[in-house]
């Protein structure tokens, strides 16, 4: 661990282990934890499958293709959402375990790659759409041309049928979240290696963006990815070395060291005290003394 401040024990124990529970993912990302059954999902995306850990089972898959899926989050009835690269969409998951799509388009133009995905207490869904899976989609032997000309980070209405987008003028954006009490967005920058913060407006909608902290990192080392809180509203963001933490006002307390470039990780199992990790190659967890916030 790099601890920056004293206050970054609160959050992790300096002697808190590293536990590698898989490996060969291209990369793993959108790790997700179902309270429910007591499991974590996560996406590879170029291996074009998403993967189930139980701690029983270890790794297995759980959906092989997957259109090489990238994030995931719950709505507010327990159904998977997940942003899907090849099909550049965002997909649901019923319960009977057909995928069914929720949108695709804006504007009569077809989606980037829908990327990172969370959801308000109201039901609303929000996503970022850069043009990271075009490449990986392209290297299939598909030719996918862009279609919007610029990369955004959109809304979708709880009854699904208005996308509003919110913000257009990233340059990647990536990771999203919002603070405990939701009256604030952060969204991260990959090719800026930044994290900006929004007021959240009574509709939804986001104003007055401003310079959270800056994350160091580049391509090789991780650069701003997973973003996510905790319960107390520190931020955690994905970086050079690892997973930065950043209390509420922008101080980096200290930094989760990850042997692997990390992409995302996800609070976990009973007492969501556990950091569950994806690497490029790697998945891992870590107990920690800060809870995450519970998904139902």
Same mark, same amino acid.
């Given at each position: 661990m790099e601890m920056k401040n004293s206050d970054f024990e609160k959050i992790v124990s300096s002697n808190a282990k590293l536990e590698e529970l898989g490996t060969g993912y291209r990369p793993g990302e959108g790790p997700i934890w179902l309270a429910k059954g007591g499991y974590l999902l996560f996406s590879d995306i170029r291996g074009d499958t998403m993967y189930k850990w139980?701690?029983?089972?270890?790794?297995?898959?759980?959906? +092989?293709?997957?259109?090489?899926?990238?994030?995931?989050?719950?709505?507010?009835?327990?159904?998977?959402?997940?942003?899907?690269?090849?099909?550049?969409?965002?997909?649901?998951?019923? +319960?009977?375990?057909?995928?069914?799509?929720?949108?695709?388009?804006?504007?009569?133009?077809?989606?980037? +790659?829908?990327?990172? =995905?969370?959801?308000k207490s109201d039901g609303s869904i929000y996503f970022t759409d850069p043009p990271f899976g075009l490449p990986m989609i392209k290297e299939k032997g598909w030719e996918e041309l862009q279609e919007l000309g610029f990369y955004g980070v959109f809304r979708l209405s709880p009854d699904g049928n208005t996308l509003t987008l919110l913000v257009d003028d990233f340059v990647r954006?990536?990771?999203?979240?919002?603070?405990?009490?939701? +009256?604030?967005?952060? =969204?991260?920058?990959?090719?800026? !290696?930044?994290?900006?913060?929004?007021?959240?407006?009574?509709?939804?909608?986001? !104003?007055?963006?401003?310079l959270f902290a800056e994350v160091q990192g580049n391509i090789v080392v991780g650069r701003p990815d997973g973003l996510k809180v905790?319960?107390?509203?520190?931020?955690?963001?994905?970086?050079a070395g690892g997973v930065w933490v950043f209390d509420p006002r922008g101080r980096h307390l200290g930094t989760i060291s990850i042997p692997k470039k990390t992409t995302n990780f996800a609070w976990g199992e009973s007492d969501w005290k556990t950091l569950f990790f994806t690497c490029f190659d790697g998945l891992y967890k870590i107990r920690v003394n800060m809870p995450g916030i519970p998904i139902p």
């Amino acid at each position: 661990m790099e601890m920056k401040n004293s206050d970054f024990e609160k959050i992790v124990s300096s002697n808190a282990k590293l536990e590698e529970l898989g490996t060969g993912y291209r990369p793993g990302e959108g790790p997700i934890w179902l309270a429910k059954g007591g499991y974590l999902l996560f996406s590879d995306i170029r291996g074009d499958t998403m993967y189930k850990w139980t701690p029983a089972e270890g790794v297995t898959v759980f959906r +092989s293709p997957s259109g090489m899926a990238n994030g995931n989050a719950l709505d507010k009835q327990g159904r998977l959402l997940t942003c899907e690269h090849f099909n550049r969409r965002v997909s649901r998951t019923e +319960s009977d375990g057909k995928v069914v799509p929720l949108v695709s388009q804006y504007n009569g133009k077809r989606l980037n +790659s829908p990327n990172d =995905i969370i959801v308000k207490s109201d039901g609303s869904i929000y996503f970022t759409d850069p043009p990271f899976g075009l490449p990986m989609i392209k290297e299939k032997g598909w030719e996918e041309l862009q279609e919007l000309g610029f990369y955004g980070v959109f809304r979708l209405s709880p009854d699904g049928n208005t996308l509003t987008l919110l913000v257009d003028d990233f340059v990647r954006p990536n990771g999203l979240t919002f603070s405990p009490d939701e +009256s604030l967005l952060y =969204i991260n920058d990959t090719e800026r !290696t930044h994290i900006r913060v929004f007021d959240v407006r009574k509709d939804g909608t986001i !104003t007055k963006g401003r310079l959270f902290a800056e994350v160091q990192g580049n391509i090789v080392v991780g650069r701003p990815d997973g973003l996510k809180v905790d319960r107390v509203g520190n931020v955690y963001c994905t970086g050079a070395g690892g997973v930065w933490v950043f209390d509420p006002r922008g101080r980096h307390l200290g930094t989760i060291s990850i042997p692997k470039k990390t992409t995302n990780f996800a609070w976990g199992e009973s007492d969501w005290k556990t950091l569950f990790f994806t690497c490029f190659d790697g998945l891992y967890k870590i107990r920690v003394n800060m809870p995450g916030i519970p998904i139902p």
